[in-house]
């Protein structure tokens, strides 16, 4: 495989910075390090990093396949950055143009809100600072989007809202079952056109309030992951100290969005509150970006008894490209990943799912997800179930699980 060379340049500070990266974790040292003097683009271009650098190549096979597949990719962060969605960048790891490079179909823009100052894997205390407060105000947002939680959550979704608008069609809002299958008809006659689906990432945006669900639906949101890296009101984060279930307004919460007809997301969620998820809800659910412990052990990531459960209740498991969801940020890495969780639970569960621009460095950026295809080819999977994997189950997933 033909790979371009890994970027370099600036090691002292990318060094100091990579420590922290963990999910949105990185924030952290990119605020303390940089944020000050330098502002967002400076924590964003050292945090949102692709270890090879574009352009990308792949072999006749793989390009021929990818350029003729639907892809999706399950879990990007973009929205929370100080970045155009509508124009190029040097920096970041999505944007649209970069998207329709890559032959994306679809993307799920999820929105974080709060990340713990302690940025641990387990263990971080509910009450720890709040990283993302310091990033918003680098960003310029208006003090009316910097608090309470639910404001943030309303301020991306808006400039989702308005990236959707001046895209001039190029970037298309899903929200149901009849705009997806109106957006693929879309794309037969217009194949640069990418959809976009909104998530939230952790219940705490609610900010206590079960009517702020009714608040996001009508903004466009349509998954949800009830924690993200710490406990909330709603229960147990795989990084908090509790480890608990859901607690009664968590389900509470699970309720309403089944009748609403949203997607449980469970990425980040504790044990205990997985088997609550699993036992309450009757409809899929989504992981939208994990590792997996057959190939890389720790609390971050998925059993095989969890993806097995996950997988029976119609569900669908995306698949990350960062360390420590990953043994390395690599290709390889990712494939090993799927491979594991393919033969697991079986093809047609498995996803992919970035985590692009969630403060993590990434083996390609968005544009480069043909060297996925590439190395799916490589592993054995033949072009049916490589066109699976890099985008249909995806779009079949949401087909059945969107509201109608």
Same mark, same amino acid.
């Given at each position: 495989?033909?790979?371009?060379?890994?970027?370099? =340049? !600036? @090691?002292?500070?990318?060094? @100091?910075?990579?420590? $922290?990266?963990?999910?949105?974790?990185?924030?952290?040292?990119?605020?303390?390090?940089?944020?000050?003097?330098?502002?967002?683009?400076?924590?964003?271009?050292?945090?949102?990093?692709?270890?090879?650098?574009?352009?990308?190549?792949?072999?006749?096979? +793989?390009? %021929?396949?990818?350029?003729?597949?639907?892809?999706?990719?399950?879990?990007?962060?973009?929205?929370?950055?100080?970045?155009?969605?509508?124009?190029?960048?040097?920096?970041?790891?999505?944007?649209?143009?970069?998207?329709?490079?890559?032959?994306?179909?679809?993307?799920?823009?999820? *929105?974080?809100? @709060?990340?713990?100052?302690?940025?641990?894997?387990?263990?971080?205390?509910?009450?720890?600072?709040?990283?993302?407060?310091?990033?918003?105000?680098?960003?310029?947002?208006?003090?009316?989007?910097?608090?309470?939680?639910?404001?943030?959550?309303?301020?991306?979704?808006?400039?989702?809202?308005?990236? #959707?608008?001046?895209?001039?069609?190029?970037?298309?809002?899903?929200?149901?079952?009849?705009?997806?299958?109106?957006?693929?008809?879309?794309?037969?006659?217009?194949?640069?056109?990418? %959809? $976009?689906?909104? $998530?939230?990432?952790?219940?705490?945006?609610?900010?206590?309030?079960?009517?702020?669900?009714? +608040?996001?639906? %009508?903004?466009? #949101?349509?998954?949800?992951?009830?924690?993200?890296? /710490?406990?909330?009101?709603?229960?147990?984060?795989?990084?908090?100290?509790?480890?608990?279930? &859901?607690?009664?307004?968590?389900?509470?919460?699970?309720?309403?969005?089944?009748?609403?007809? *949203?997607?449980?997301?469970?990425?980040? +969620?504790?044990?205990?509150?997985?088997?609550?998820?699993?036992?309450?809800?009757?409809?899929?659910?989504?992981?939208?970006?994990?590792?997996?412990?057959?190939?890389?052990?720790?609390?971050?990531?998925?059993?095989?008894?969890?993806?097995?459960?996950?997988?029976?209740?119609? =569900?669908?498991? $995306?698949?990350? /490209? /960062?360390?420590?969801?990953?043994?390395?940020?690599?290709?390889?890495?990712? #494939?090993?990943?799927?491979?594991?969780?393919?033969?697991?639970?079986?093809?047609? !569960?498995? +996803?992919? =799912?970035?985590?692009?621009?969630?403060?993590?460095?990434?083996?390609?950026?968005?544009?480069?997800?043909?060297?996925?295809?590439?190395?799916? &080819?490589?592993?054995?999977?033949?072009?049916?179930?490589?066109?699976?994997?890099?985008? @249909?189950?995806?779009?079949?997933? /949401?087909?059945?699980?969107?509201?109608?």
């Amino acid at each position: 495989m033909s790979e371009a060379a890994p970027e370099s =340049g !600036r @090691r002292p500070l990318r060094q @100091r910075l990579k420590r $922290g990266c963990l999910g949105c974790g990185g924030l952290l040292v990119g605020v303390a390090l940089g944020g000050a003097w330098f502002g967002s683009t400076l924590i964003d271009r050292a945090l949102n990093r692709a270890l090879v650098r574009p352009p990308y190549t792949a072999s006749e096979q +793989a390009t %021929a396949l990818h350029a003729k597949i639907l892809v999706a990719d399950l879990h990007a962060d973009s929205l929370m950055w100080d970045r155009d969605l509508l124009e190029e960048h040097t920096h970041g790891l999505v944007d649209l143009p970069r998207l329709v490079k890559g032959n994306v179909a679809l993307q799920v823009f999820t *929105m974080p809100t @709060r990340h713990p100052l302690s940025n641990k894997q387990q263990g971080n205390p509910a009450d720890s600072p709040d990283m993302i407060a310091p990033l918003v105000w680098l960003n310029g947002w208006p003090s009316e989007a910097r608090q309470p939680l639910f404001a943030r959550a309303e301020h991306m979704s808006m400039r989702f809202a308005d990236a #959707v608008e001046r895209s001039g069609g190029g970037l298309v809002p899903v929200r149901t079952q009849g705009e997806l299958a109106a957006f693929l008809e879309l794309r037969e006659t217009q194949p640069q056109a990418v %959809a $976009g689906i909104l $998530g939230v990432e952790g219940g705490h945006c609610l900010d206590g309030k079960l009517e702020n669900l009714d +608040a996001l639906f %009508a903004l466009g #949101v349509r998954t949800f992951g009830p924690t993200h890296f /710490f406990d909330n009101r709603l229960g147990g984060s795989a990084h908090g100290e509790s480890l608990a279930g &859901l607690t009664d307004f968590g389900r509470e919460v699970i309720a309403k969005l089944d009748e609403l007809g *949203m997607i449980v997301d469970l990425s980040h +969620a504790s044990p205990a509150l997985i088997e609550d998820v699993l036992a309450l809800t009757s409809r899929p659910v989504l992981v939208s970006h994990t590792g997996v412990q057959g190939t890389q052990p720790g609390p971050r990531n998925l059993s095989d008894a969890q993806l097995k459960a996950i997988a029976a209740h119609d =569900g669908l498991i $995306g698949i990350a /490209f /960062f360390e420590p969801a990953l043994p390395a940020a690599t290709v390889e890495e990712v #494939v090993r990943a799927i491979r594991h969780t393919a033969n697991l639970v079986g093809v047609e !569960r498995v +996803a992919l =799912g970035s985590d692009f621009d969630g403060s993590v460095r990434c083996p390609v950026d968005v544009s480069g997800l043909v060297k996925i295809t590439e190395a799916l &080819l490589e592993d054995g999977f033949t072009p049916d179930q490589v066109e699976r994997i890099m985008g @249909r189950n995806a779009v079949d997933f /949401f087909a059945r699980a969107l509201p109608d």
